[in-house]
């Protein structure tokens, strides 16, 4: 009874212990920045957006903040560094006529100045970028697209689609772990819309409406190495695939007809792989060509994915709900084993001629609840070589 009562003296008559203690727990742990373009000179947008992110970069990080103006029509992409957030509220991001390049980029690429439009002469890691889009924020492409020779023929014409390469891309992260992509309207794309590449990790890509109805038109596509990504909430039109899960080799863009790579560097230079596995994608509906959604191995694996509730909704167009490539169809080295644990639940055909193809085996896999509502249409066209796949609760109207 002494010694809690000399206990209760002691901090009733020296407050300063617990006021340390206090203290402690009001510590600043959220030193981050927030700036916005018009905080920053620069004889155009452009160049006060890089001037501001090169204040944040010597922050090692913060938000750069988009409202002030309901257009930021920029000349050059947006290159953001780690830990790194772009809101984007209430306005539109912009790229300018006659430019190419991407409108958003992850900023560790050392582009050679020399050839800006090969392959970059180094990729560094990155982490920790979010691009968080409110109240109506819309990422655009250029009315009037580029025009330029193309170097392999000597003819001048429009650069649109993916022949022309990685700098096409509307919003591209390349070797990032941990980010977010949220909260967009993607529209008047010049080649793929979001492309997630090179060993990027831990992100999460939702609630975006995709209008990309160019040449090569594709939405979201994770390429060359993956993992740990979300992707839900996903609605609009595309003159391509909606969601690609692409596990090229290097074969893919060899052919003559890309004209610069499709990606800014050979993943067989670095550690990351190109492998894509422990993808989680839900909630998509998407109108159009080609397909909703893919996936395409080739020597580098796909395994871990869990699918629910995709379809091509009442609008139509698409040719499949959902296609499993594979046997050489988009690069080499495919082997049947290549693709495991493929986990699908709630696959709807409004209009698509099928539900869902197999023109590869796969391996240990479950799909569940295929629905076609097309007459005429089928719900699965499966592949003999499937090992250990069950497919059950096919439903056809």
């Known amino acids: 009874m002494r010694l809690i009562l000399f206990a209760f003296l002691i901090f009733s008559f020296h407050p300063g212990i617990v006021f340390a203690r206090e203290s402690k727990n009001l510590e600043n742990d959220d030193k981050s920045i927030v700036v916005k373009p018009e905080d920053f000179e620069g004889k155009n947008i452009s160049e006060k957006i890089s001037n501001a992110l090169g204040f944040l970069k010597e922050c090692d990080g913060g938000t750069i903040l988009f409202k002030d103006n309901t257009i930021y029509l920029i000349t050059e992409a947006i290159a953001l560094p780690s830990n790194t957030t772009m809101i984007v509220d209430g306005c539109k991001i912009k790229l300018a006529d006659q430019i190419f390049d991407n409108i958003i980029r992850s900023g560790n690429l050392d582009i050679d100045e020399q050839n800006p439009n090969s392959y970059a002469k ?8 979010r691009i ?6 819309v990422i655009e492409g250029a009315e009037n697209f580029y025009e330029g020779v193309n170097p392999k023929t000597g003819i001048k014409e429009k650069w649109l689609g993916d022949y ?15 980010f977010e992509i949220s909260g967009l309207k993607v529209q008047k794309t010049h080649s793929w819309g979001i492309v997630l590449t090179n060993g990027c990790k831990n992100g999460h890509v939702s609630n975006l409406e995709l209008h990309t109805t160019v040449k090569n038109g594709d ?9 740990d990504i979300l992707i839900e909430n996903i609605t609009g039109e595309t003159s391509d695939d909606s969601i690609i899960l692409a596990a090229f080799d290097e074969s893919r863009w060899s052919n003559n007809k890309y004209v610069f790579p499709l990606l800014p560097v050979r993943y067989s230079d670095y550690s990351y792989g190109g492998d894509i596995h422990d993808i989680t994608c839900r909630n998509i509906e998407t109108s159009g ?5 893919i996936l395409l191995p080739s020597q580098p694996k796909i395994y871990n994915i869990y699918c629910s509730n995709i379809s091509d909704g009442p609008k139509g167009g698409k040719r499949k709900v959902m296609r499993i490539y594979g046997n050489g169809q988009y690069g080499q080295g495919f082997k049947p084993g290549n693709m495991y644990n493929i986990y699908m639940n709630d696959i709807l055909s409004y209009k698509a001629d099928i539900a869902l193809e197999f023109l590869a085996p796969v391996h240990n896999s479950h799909f569940n609840k295929i629905t076609q509502l097309k007459p005429g249409g089928k ?16 439903v056809k109207k």
Do not use: C
């Open 289 to 293: 060509i080609h397909h909703v959604m």
């Open 122 to 129: 180094q990729l560094l890691p990155a982490k920790n970028i």
């Open 379 to 394: 719900d699965v066209q499966t592949d003999p070589e499937n090992v250990n796949v069950r497919i059950t609760n096919m």
């Open 219 to 227: 939405g979201i596509s994770i390429i060359q190495g993956g993992s």
């Open 164 to 178: 022309w390469g990685w700098r096409n891309f509307t919003i591209l992260f390349s070797y990032v772990d941990g």
């Open 132 to 137: 968080v889009g409110k109240n109506g924020a």
